[in-house]
């Protein structure tokens, strides 16, 4: 949980999974993970990353139109709510921060996982699966349902994140800041 500290003084400390804590100022707009003074990379989100970070825009598209929001603040499916999925799932390997007020970060929340972010992408790709699979169970088209079912025999999560990080360009050099 983000502790707040004096104002001026270098901004919230967030309480990482690992026990350590990291100045959410040192967190940059570009930063997608970084070497903590554990030894380990942890994977860091903002809520002003799109979810095609993660995704393919046709399935962002297709998770805006069939996700219903709750929330007027984030009306429409985005990173927000993927963090949300993985927070659900993992509540002691990712912490969050509100940081809207402090107009130095530069974001709204923050996201820090106890993953590198290689790992990150791979466990929120297989939490859309997940979803996907759960709202497909529902279908009344049986299908529909063995079609998607035979496809996900084919899927390869590691392989799929491998190929989207490839074609995203993602090097070591847009991972640390």
Same mark, same amino acid.
């Given at each position: 949980?983000?502790?707040?500290?004096?104002?001026?003084?270098?901004? *919230?400390?967030?309480?990482?999974?690992?026990?350590?804590?990291?100045?959410?100022? &040192?967190?940059?707009?570009?930063?997608? *993970?970084f070497e903590c &003074?554990?030894? *380990?990379?942890?994977?860091?989100?903002?809520?002003?990353?799109?979810?095609?970070?993660?995704?393919?825009?046709?399935?962002?598209?297709?998770?805006? *139109?069939?996700?219903?929001?709750t929330s007027d603040?984030?009306?429409?499916?985005?990173?927000?709510?993927?963090?949300?999925?993985?927070?659900?799932?993992?509540?002691?390997?990712?912490?969050?921060?509100? #940081?809207?007020?402090?107009?130095?970060?530069?974001?709204?929340?923050?996201?820090?996982?106890?993953?590198?972010?290689?790992?990150?992408?791979?466990?929120?790709?297989?939490? #859309?699966?997940?979803?996907?699979?759960?709202?497909? &169970?529902?279908?009344?088209?049986?299908?529909?349902? &063995?079609?998607?079912?035979?496809?996900?025999?084919?899927?390869?999560?590691?392989?799929?994140?491998?190929?989207?990080?490839?074609?995203?360009?993602?090097?070591?050099?847009?991972?640390?800041?």
């Amino acid at each position: 949980m983000a502790q707040p500290r004096v104002p001026g003084g270098g901004g *919230e400390e967030l309480d990482l999974p690992c026990g350590e804590t990291k100045s959410v100022r &040192s967190l940059d707009l570009g930063m997608r *993970e970084f070497e903590c &003074s554990c030894g *380990e990379r942890h994977a860091v989100v903002m809520d002003v990353h799109p979810p095609e970070r993660f995704l393919p825009e046709f399935l962002v598209e297709i998770l805006r *139109e069939a996700v219903e929001t709750t929330s007027d603040e984030m009306p429409e499916f985005g990173t927000p709510h993927l963090m949300g999925i993985a927070l659900e799932e993992f509540p002691k390997k990712v912490v969050s921060a509100d #940081v809207s007020d402090d107009g130095e970060v530069g974001t709204g929340i923050i996201w820090v996982a106890d993953f590198d972010s290689r790992r990150l992408h791979e466990i929120l790709v297989e939490l #859309v699966v997940e979803l996907m699979e759960h709202a497909i &169970s529902h279908a009344d088209d049986e299908s529909a349902i &063995s079609e998607f079912e035979a496809q996900m025999l084919d899927f390869d999560v590691a392989e799929f994140v491998e190929e989207y990080r490839a074609q995203r360009d993602i090097s070591e050099d847009d991972l640390y800041a």
